[in-house]
């Protein structure tokens, strides 16, 4: 009887927040990666600067000087991209704890639209709730239309890292 209850024991899948960190991980990273270089598209577009979108992140810590750095530095550039990743990480954690771990999410069209209704939630959140210092910053050098093509980017870069993650299991 004793014998049966470890065998038990060590056959137990993942727990879900366990295994919507480890998705979150990986597509916290490539979401981040693909808005990153979206920003930086978009952005040297708009500003003649591909850092000036990243580094207005970095307002969160240097408030608004932050938005007049158009060159790439460790202080803007850097602080900004792991704001930009952190909050990245946690949407993507978020997101496959609620939607993209699921059986049915697998499917491309079922994770292209999860993931796009994340990265509108996201996006929603961002300059509705979140207050004025907390929100990306990349809005005071982008247009609407940029700012989509930044979200879209991301949306792209959770399904493709919700996708990846979930082939390993």
Partial sequence: MRRDIETAQTHVPARPCRAALRTGLVAG??????????????GRRETGSYSASTNATSHWVWDRAAFRVYSPTMRHTAL?????????????????GVHGNRAGARSLPALLAGAGAAAATAC??????????????????LSKSAMALVYAAFALGLAA????ANRRR
């Fill in 29 to 42: 990273t490539l979401a981040s990666l693909a808005s990153t270089l979206a920003l930086m598209l978009v």
């Fill in 124 to 141: 929603a959140v961002d300059y509705t709730i979140t207050p004025r210092r907390l929100t990306p910053g990349f809005e005071q050098h």
């Fill in 161 to 164: 890292g919700c996708r990846h």
């Fill in 80 to 96: 900004g991209y792991l704001i930009h990743h952190g909050m990245s990480t946690f949407w993507a954690v978020l997101y496959a």
